[in-house]
């Protein structure tokens, strides 16, 4: 598929009488028209695609060319503004880099990008019909996307829908996402589906999430076969179908040390403020979510359907209501569940199908916890963490948060701040000091043309206007 994106930059200046002798006016300068094909590989300005020495992407340009080497390793070396992509093929947007279908792994992204803590502001996607949608679109084993922000995003797609991966095998880490992104079935803030082995870890999603079909999740929409989310969190709302999670639509693989914040609705089955659906063999430990939750039948403040998995050290916070199967930590429940709580009072319900209820008081009083083993301790306050523990607590004060996500970590809604200051980055002032130096070029020119046609041409020849 060719993309083609032209750019026009007319600079627009009055030309004084002191610089050509002649009144000119307002004089146009240049159109430059830069085209690229995704069978073109254009030269990146720095970097050998080599893991010690990366391409280094310095526009949204080079971002896009990504997909000529789907097995090279690049960095950004400044933040990166997308917006245009609004505007590219045909309204369509950017084209995710790698693809499926799954068993054609020379399609897949299988090399590295390090963000370096920038971000990539206004990356549209408008691919209703289409599958493997997001930056990457498929991310395939062995390949490495860390240290990037996508912010303020508008990305749809079909199935296997991220703002940042919409299918991953390989590594996701140290990653965000904000914005909004919407599809049919699996469907994620920052990743569509974490499969065979994929890893996303200390990442989240602050974006709201909507899905037709089924599984969509705040962070990942479906997480499964040996996929792995730890250390990671979720804002958004979520508003979808059946497999519906403020955290995980649908979970076949282990979810640590993670919560969900967002409220969920989903109009059927499936519906939890941490998982939709948790299947056998799976692991829930270490998480929580305070969301309220919305559902058909079997809705559950943390998960709505726990089909065998075990859930351990977890609790549920949010207000839960349904039409069938409904509770306070779980809608329906058919696997062992230790140490787990819900608020009977802030959920509105006092029944669950596996878990304790507890009252408010009870469930920010420390001894609720580490009476019953979990790895606690009491803080001053909300914003220290002792990471020398799993769990933190302001005793009488706060439920239970994890260490291991600090308040620096949490950015407020839609933050796009990667702390560094406002200083131009190095790619604008280098294009800056480029269109200057060229349009100094072209008035000499143009004046040493006219003096030297001026000595050629007679008074009154209008050879020059023909």
């Known amino acids: 598929m060719i993309v083609k994106k032209t750019r026009v930059m007319c600079i627009v200046m009055l030309l004084l009488v002191s610089v050509l002798g002649v009144s000119v006016g307002i004089t146009c300068v240049g159109v430059f028209v830069d085209e690229f094909t995704t069978t073109e590989l254009h030269n990146f300005t720095s970097g050998s695609g080599t893991p010690d020495d990366p391409y280094m992407i310095y526009d949204v340009d080079d971002l896009q060319n990504m997909n000529n080497g789907l097995s090279a390793h690049y960095a950004l070396a400044n933040d990166i503004d997308a917006s245009e992509t609004s505007d590219w093929n045909d309204g369509d947007g950017w084209e995710p880099v790698g693809t499926g279908p799954v068993g054609e792994s020379e399609n897949h992204f299988t090399g590295s990008f390090d963000g370096q803590n920038y971000t990539i502001t206004g990356l549209y996607i408008d691919r209703d019909g289409t599958e493997y949608v997001g930056l990457f679109g498929l991310v395939g084993e062995g390949g490495e996307v860390r240290n990037v922000g996508v912010v303020h995003a508008d990305v749809s797609g079909y199935n296997y829908v991220g703002v940042l991966v919409g299918r991953n095998e390989g590594t996701v880490y140290k990653s965000y996402a904000t914005g909004t992104v919407s599809g049919n079935s699996l469907v994620g803030g920052l990743v569509g589906r974490n499969t065979w082995g994929g890893m996303v870890s200390d990442s989240y999603a602050t974006g709201d999430v909507s899905g037709t079909g089924f599984n969509a999740g705040g962070l990942v929409g479906s997480n499964d076969w040996g996929g792995t989310v730890e250390n990671s969190y979720a804002t958004g709302t979520l508003t979808g179908v059946s497999g519906v999670g403020g955290l995980v639509g649908w979970n076949r693989g282990t979810v640590s040390n993670s919560y969900a914040t967002g409220d969920v609705s989903g109009t059927q089955w499936y519906v939890g403020g941490l998982v939709g659906s948790n299947m056998e063999d799976t692991v829930v430990s270490n998480s929580y979510a305070t969301g ?60 669950s199908d596996g878990g304790i209820g507890r009252t ?105 206007f023909n």
């Open 292 to 351: 309220d939750v919305s559902g058909g039948d079997r809705a559950g403040g943390l998960v709505g359907w726990n089909r065998g998995g075990p859930v351990s050290n977890s609790y549920a916070t949010g207000n839960v209501s349904g039409n069938n199967l409904v509770g306070g930590l779980f809608g329906e429940n058919r696997g062992p569940v230790s140490n787990s709580f819900w608020d009977i009072e802030t959920s509105g319900i006092t029944e």
């Open 360 to 464: 408010t008081a009870e469930m920010i009083d420390i001894t609720t916890f580490s009476d019953v083993g979990w790895d606690i301790v009491t803080v001053a306050n909300p914003d220290y963490r002792d990471t020398d523990y799993i769990w933190n607590i302001v005793d009488g004060d706060t439920y239970p948060f994890l260490s291991s996500i600090s308040p620096d970590d949490v950015p407020p809604d839609d933050a796009d701040d990667n702390g560094d200051d406002d200083s131009p980055a190095p790619g604008l002032l280098i294009l800056v000091v480029s269109m200057i130096l060229a349009l100094a070029f072209y008035i000499k020119k143009i004046k040493n043309d006219k003096e030297s046609m001026e000595e050629k041409t007679a008074p009154g020849d209008d050879r020059l």
